[in-house]
């Protein structure tokens, strides 16, 4: 049978206990921090790959029909 804890001895293990879970509260408070930062620049990065490749897209469209015009003039 196990022997009965005293009231100190599980304060002080409730303590440690919270102690840890401030610990890890912080760290993952810092974690999200970063994650949203990355996504913010990712989702940036994405926009303007979006941009540009509509652009591209664009401009070899008008090229193409550039082409067609003048294979159909000569």
């Known amino acids: 049978m196990k022997p009965k804890t005293s009231y100190p001895e599980e304060l002080k293990s409730l303590e ?11 760290q993952i408070k810092v ?4 994650l949203k930062t990355k996504q913010d620049t990712l989702v940036r990065e994405k926009a303007k790959l979006v941009e540009k490749t509509t652009l591209a ?9 550039r ?3 003048m294979e159909q003039n000569s």
């Not at 974690?31 to 970063?34: K, Q």
């Open 16 to 26: 440690t206990k919270l102690d840890v879970l401030i610990d890890e509260y912080q």
């Open 57 to 65: 897209r664009t401009q070899v469209e008008a090229m193409i029909n």
């Open 67 to 69: 082409l067609k015009d």
């Open 31 to 34: 974690e999200n921090v970063s």
